[in-house]
């Protein structure tokens, strides 16, 4: 009970103690350099399964900008981590909320280097809301849970890619995670903190939720701007009045706390990440970081609040759409 406790209120450490398979957890570190010539996602993970020869750690690397995806395996013995703080290590690679150090080295790819966290934004909790979750983090039948470790950090250090040197120092970051049984069955997830009014950040996501014997779709929206943080969700009554799919843009109007935030994503080609189901990660979900997000703040009233562009956005969509959008 107490370790339950305790994941609830830090949602960054790992929650697969004495957890029973079906399980996976995995960290999303986003790194983008100052010239934003260099956009890499590195997400690891461990997915523990009933067939003991299928449970694995592993870490994904994304190339952004070329769509290039490779996913790394390591025994699942291979993963280790503190039970009360985010520090995690697998094999000779170990990730936390103040760094990343690589050394992979197969025939896919040959990464190693670090890159230290500066002046991390965490998102603003309460007992009410201990994380991105809300009351929903309380609730232990969740498919799969999501939280947002920093809105946004400076980098630095350097990482040698496949023979070649890249310096980040100067570059903007990004941690969340996800961890449950499952991932849902359709979700879109859109975010950016390069927007041109330095200080502004962006997580939006909106997933099928089964619960309880329901399935609704539920989202969850952050936004930090010049020191305010603001949230929309589901669990405080915001809404949704219209979410719009196409072939070149996803559109996404939300109404609460007294105002309308509108978003619209580009969408382009991107890489191949594997995702779990209950049995193996096997779902395959196209990412790109190459989007344009435009993001438009308002009052009920039509006051202006904030208009801005953010650039390096990371896109997913993914599963039954239809089963998200409005008519």
């Known amino acids: 009970m107490i370790r339950y406790l305790r994941g ?4 960054e450490i790992y929650h697969g103690f004495d957890r029973r398979p079906p399980f996976f957890e995995g960290w999303y570190f986003k790194l983008v350099d100052a010239a934003r010539g260099q956009r890499w996602a590195v997400i690891p993970g461990i997915f523990i399964s009933d067939d ?33 703080r ?3 290590r697998i094999a000779d690679n170990s990730f936390s909320g103040e760094s990343v150090q690589l050394n992979i080295a197969d025939g896919q790819r040959q990464i190693s280097g670090k890159i230290q966290f500066r002046g991390c934004v965490p998102l603003v909790h309460s007992v009410y809301q201990p994380g991105i979750m809300g009351p929903f983090a309380y609730i232990p039948a969740m498919e799969c849970y999501h939280g947002l470790l920093s809105l946004d950090h400076e980098l630095a250090g350097t990482l040698e890619i496949d023979g070649k040197r890249h310096t980040f120092d100067g570059g903007r970051g990004y941690i969340e995670k996800d961890w449950g049984t499952n991932f849902p069955s359709a979700y879109i997830w859109m975010q950016s903190n390069h927007f041109s009014m330095p200080g502004t950040s962006l997580s939006a996501s909106i997933a099928r939720i089964p619960l309880w014997g329901l399935n609704f779709p539920g989202f969850i ?12 969700a589901t669990y405080n ?19 609460g706390r007294g105002m309308k935030l509108t978003l619209t994503a580009e969408r382009h080609a991107g890489g191949l990440l594997k995702a779990p189901i209950r049995t193996e990660m096997h779902k395959r979900v196209d990412e790109t970081m190459r989007s344009k997000l435009h993001l438009r703040l308002e009052t009920l009233d039509g006051r202006l609040v904030l208009e801005d562009i953010g650039e390096c ?4 969509v993914h599963g039954e759409l239809h089963r998200l959008v409005t008519p």
Not at 71 to 78: D, G, Q, R
Not at 221 to 232: D, F, N, P, S, V
Not at 237 to 255: K, M, Y
Not at 313 to 316: D, F, I, K
């Open 8 to 11: 609830i209120r830090r949602p």
């Open 52 to 84: 003991p020869d299928k449970s694995h750690s592993f870490i994904q690397v994304l190339d952004g900008l070329t769509g290039h995806a490779t996913y790394h395996t390591f025994p699942a013995e291979a993963f280790a981590a503190d039970p009360y």
């Open 86 to 88: 985010f520090e995690v």
């Open 221 to 232: 929206i952050a936004l930090w701007h010049r020191g305010t943080h603001y949230r929309w």
């Open 237 to 255: 009554r915001s809404t949704t009045p219209r979410l719009q799919i196409s072939d070149s843009h996803v559109t996404w109007e939300v109404t």
């Open 313 to 316: 956005a990371a896109l997913e």
